[in-house]
């Protein structure tokens, strides 16, 4: 047998063995879930390693970085991760917006452990990745002693630590709050019932608003307003070196996990209440309930449900002979759920 007719063979073979394997792995790959779980996953990585790495450039960079420098990393990394899985999971990459979403009724409680543990996965992956990236900038840095306090700390790359001048229960409210104006402004800017952010503008317009959350607010605490954001680093750098002092420091850990769905929850309703029903739609449904008793609102549409041309406010067409036209109510939020960090 010559050369090119083995090769031929063993090519073949390597076809016959590959490809129901690889039929398996796209079929896995095809799920729902299974496709949520990676868009949550890689897009919670990317915007951590933007913004741990400009946090790190802040804190052992010395003239590379700076704390306007950390909020445009981080409220850019968000867009950037808003582009690589706004489409598929709505992109959270924030525990406490999926925590708020299930419990507005605007997704399944099934997804919750999901997206948390993609989100959390994400953000383990990205705190060994930046560690890897600036492992000698850090040991330069501290002089070779891995701290969480101090003037050489260099465990608040990865995670927040309560400052000085902050009080422990100052702080969760700090987080509370800070954390609700982020849910309140993102169910704005994706509420297509009243101004929302132009069609493909939104992963921008998310971008700015955690900028502008940083630049305004996030002195006291860091703003994590995130679980994701914070749990998942901290307990890297518990195994990477730093030890348990990264769960100690004055006791704040908890703070971040607990504080932002709270803060995202109340947010979320505080919107509902003043501003989600107060549009023509919620007016014509309680002139004329009946006729909408039949309909049914998906929470989470993926494309929209309108004809070309027309809007949610187009006037219902009515005949003598037949019930008026009624279209079915758009649920809060734009066609893609883009409801994120």
């Known amino acids: 047998?010559?050369?090119?007719?083995?090769?031929?063979r063993s090519t073949r073979k390597s076809k016959t063995i590959s490809t129901p394997m690889t039929t398996r792995i796209h079929a896995i790959l095809e799920k729902e879930m299974v496709r949520e779980f990676l868009a949550e996953f890689l897009s919670t990585y990317v915007m951590m390693m933007f913004g741990l790495g400009s946090v790190a450039h802040m804190v052992v960079g010395d003239k590379f970085g700076s704390f306007l420098g950390v909020n445009l990393g981080f409220g850019f990394g968000v867009t950037m991760g808003v582009h690589v899985a706004g489409n598929i999971s709505g992109a959270h990459m924030n525990a406490a917006l999926t925590f708020t979403n299930c419990a507005l009724g605007r997704m399944s409680w099934k997804k919750f452990p999901v997206y948390v543990l993609g989100q959390f996965m994400g953000s383990f992956l990205a705190a060994a990745?930046?560690?890897?990236l600036f492992y000698q900038a850090i040991m330069d840095y501290s002089g070779g002693y891995l701290t969480v306090t101090g003037?050489?700390?260099t465990a608040n790359i990865f995670a927040t630590y309560l400052p000085d001048h902050m009080t422990l229960w100052r702080g969760f409210l700090d987080e509370v709050l800070v954390t609700g104006m982020l849910q309140l402004c993102l169910f704005a800017i994706t509420d297509k019932r009243n101004n929302p952010a132009l069609q493909g503008t939104q992963a921008l317009v998310i971008g700015i608003l955690?900028?502008?959350i940083g630049v305004s607010l996030g002195m006291n605490t860091g703003?994590?307003?995130?679980?994701?954001?914070?749990?998942?680093?901290?307990?890297?750098?518990f195994l990477a070196g730093w030890g348990i002092q990264v769960f100690r420091a004055k006791d704040w850990w908890w703070v971040p996990v607990v504080a932002p769905p709270l803060g995202a929850y109340l947010g979320g309703i505080i919107y509902?209440?003043?501003?989600g029903s107060s549009n023509p739609w919620e007016a014509q449904m309680l002139e004329n309930p009946g006729a909408y008793e039949d309909r049914r609102i998906s929470v989470l549409p993926k494309t929209s449900s309108y004809p070309p041309n027309s809007s949610s406010l187009t006037p219902v067409s009515v005949s003598p002979t037949s019930r008026p036209s009624i279209r079915p109510v758009p649920p809060l939020g734009d066609s893609v759920n883009l409801e994120q960090f």
């Not at 047998?1 to 031929?8: G, L, N, P, T, W």
């Not at 990745?129 to 890897?132: A, G, P």
């Not at 703003?223 to 750098?237: E, G, H, K, Q, V």
């Open 272 to 275: 509902l209440v003043f501003i």
């Open 151 to 153: 003037p050489t700390a």
């Open 210 to 212: 955690v900028v502008v």
């Open 1 to 8: 047998m010559s050369e090119a007719d083995r090769r031929r």
């Open 129 to 132: 990745t930046i560690y890897c």
């Open 223 to 237: 703003y994590a307003i995130n679980p994701s954001r914070d749990l998942p680093p901290r307990f890297f750098t």
